[in-house]
């Protein structure tokens, strides 16, 4: 039987050290010197995670995929289609030097993304085309004769 002095250690247990706060800030501080000092701070590199926005929709007899990859170029980007699985994946590095006659200033940052699609049955993965144009990427997806003639239109009645 639980009496109340247990009752009473197990609530005093979670109440949180007052310091607590003090060692977040110093940890914050050695992560981070210029935070405390309200200056931005300094980083050599950057990672950013991308996340393209991607849009999926049937025209004809094509699945098309179309994906938001501003400043990204078309080198950049891969696609790959496994198992009736198609990956995009891509990574954006960018590199800025600037010198001028009382400062120096090099930024660099860099991030990727991967998006996976598991892909209906009856599309066709030999004959899908990808057009990349102003930073959006369209994957057309035919699909096979076979998934064409499966529809079916069914009346209303």
Known sequence: MTGTKDIVKKET?????????????FEDFWRRPSSLLGWPEMRVAERFEISPSVDIY?????????????GITKDEVEIN????VL?????????EKVERENYFRYERSHGS??????????????KIKAHYKEGVL????????????????????
């Open 13 to 25: 247990s979670r109440v949180v050290s007052p310091f607590a706060e003090m060692e977040k800030l």
């Open 58 to 70: 049937e025209e004809g007899n094509e699945l098309v995929l179309k994906a938001d990859l501003p």
């Open 81 to 84: 289609v496994t198992d009736n």
């Open 87 to 95: 990956t995009l994946t891509g990574e954006k590095k960018k590199e």
């Open 113 to 126: 993304f991967c998006r996976r699609f598991h892909l209906p049955d009856g599309i066709d993965t030999e």
């Open 138 to 157: 369209e994957v057309r997806l035919p699909k096979t004769e076979e998934a064409k003639q499966k529809t079916k239109k069914i009346s209303i009645k």
